[in-house]
């Protein structure tokens, strides 16, 4: 199982911004795709961003879309989500997850996070005035 680190969250008022960061440790980054997942108390884990190995393609759920952009820094081994405008229904707990090579929209799905097979331990994000 493959060792990731998240990082950057934090207390932020709506419209603000973060950034999230998931770091590696004892392997590359770019070898494979690296998923964002959130979950908020007493709901399921959402897919909201993917970001493929070296060729850098991407996917965004529609409720981030034009909102996050994911991002990797291979020279540092981490991926990166920016997040701005962030809205409250943005709160919840934020996890980097990786598996495969190739981003595929069913595997954001809630009931498919279980397939992906190396997870972060998580950090709060938690949008409110």
């Known amino acids: 199982q493959l060792q990731l680190v998240e990082s950057g969250g934090g207390l932020v008022q709506p419209g603000g911004s973060l950034t999230l960061s998931c770091a590696a440790s004892g392997f590359t980054l770019d070898r494979y795709a690296i998923g964002w997942f959130r979950q908020a108390p007493g709901k399921e884990r959402e897919g909201v961003s993917c970001?493929?190995?070296?060729?850098?393609?991407?996917y965004y759920a529609d409720s981030v879309k034009g909102r996050f952009t994911a991002s990797r820094d291979n020279a540092k081994n981490i991926v990166y989500l920016q997040m701005n405008s962030l809205k409250p229904e943005d709160t919840g707990v934020y996890f980097c997850a990786a598996e495969g090579e190739l981003c595929i929209t069913s595997m954001m799905r809630p009931e498919y996070a279980r397939l992906w097979g190396s997870w972060g331990q998580g950090t709060q994000v938690t949008v409110s005035s």
């Open positions: 970001i493929s190995n070296s060729v850098g393609n991407t």
